[in-house]
């Protein structure tokens, strides 16, 4: 584990550097305990896939007081009470009209066990991020891991599921991407308006059902 700046206005405390589970339990809690009790300064607590980046008003406080309140925290990090995840399901119509059939020559499978195989695993939200309420999940059955494409696509419509790598995601916005796309959603996933305008979480957990 080690703390270090991030800029003059963030610090991030790093507790591995691989896709971990463990990892990301730490820290989705620590996260949870810092917007659950604020200390001085603090803006925003933002966890990744194996570290938690703090944000901070440098008017109101320093590097060194949050690394310590950090340090502080994360030494008590196991008697932190671990949330329940939420379940969440996501109905997906399956789309033959983009990358589902790149995606099963690449795994030599035929497009109906590809999609078998998506549908039967629980997918973790790790973290959100290059779009707002776009949420990294994984992990990808390893049969199905397949990599971006080599070009990215210019525009790729909302709401749309892809894969790439151990990964998978929906495009909360019509958006430039490279995913492999192999169906989409008409659930809204980022609404601007309202209370809470991310439909997923770090920590949720997410099925995916044809329909």
Aim: proline share 7%.
């Amino acid at each position: 584990m080690r703390i270090f700046p991030l800029g003059d206005s963030a610090a991030t405390i790093e507790f591995g550097n691989e896709i971990s589970a463990e990892f990301n339990n730490k820290a989705v809690n620590l996260a949870r305990q810092i917007e659950n009790t604020p200390f001085d300064g603090i803006i925003e607590a933002v966890p990744a896939y194996a570290s938690l980046t703090v944000f901070y008003d440098s008017r109101l406080t320093t590097f060194e007081a949050v690394k310590g309140e950090l340090a502080r925290l994360s030494n008590n990090i196991f008697s932190i009470a671990k949330l329940t995840p939420s379940l969440v399901e996501i109905p997906v119509l399956v789309s033959s009209e983009m990358d589902l059939a790149r995606v099963a020559a690449y795994a030599a499978l035929s497009s109906d066990e590809v999609l078998e195989i998506f549908l039967a695993q629980t997918y973790r939200v790790y973290m959100l991020g290059f779009l707002p309420g776009f949420a990294y999940m994984g992990e990808l059955d390893d049969r199905i891991a397949c990599p971006r494409l080599e070009t990215p696509r210019t525009k790729v419509p909302k709401g749309s599921v892809g894969i790439a790598g151990k990964q998978t995601g929906i495009y909360p916005l019509e958006s430039p991407g490279g995913w492999n796309i192999i169906g989409r959603t008409d659930l809204t996933m980022f609404d601007p308006t309202s209370d809470d305008p991310c439909r997923l979480h770090p920590g949720d957990e997410v099925r995916f059902v044809r329909c």
